[in-house]
């Protein structure tokens, strides 16, 4: 099998290494756990930041979308 060096170390540094995000992503489940689902990425980033949290509001989109938090919208079709 044909790997390049500095792939074969890559790799092995994303095994070796933890997940840094591991707070974030547990602040994140309890926003939106205390929130019964109901908040977004825009709203669980006003929260964070009201928290003490500096993080970029696509980074929480990412984060939200990896812990497959998804928000419903409800809709009125009308008459």
Known sequence: MKLSRST???QV???TQGDN???LKEAIQDIYSEN???YGY????LELK???Y???HKKVQREKATLFC???IKCFLGN
């Open 21 to 23: 995000n591991k707070e």
């Open 42 to 45: 825009r709203r669980i980033h």
């Open 13 to 15: 540094k994303r095994l």
């Open 8 to 10: 074969y170390y890559y």
């Open 36 to 38: 019964k689902g109901r």
């Open 54 to 56: 500096k993080v970029n």
């Open 70 to 72: 998804t928000t419903f």
């Open 50 to 52: 009201n928290r003490g």
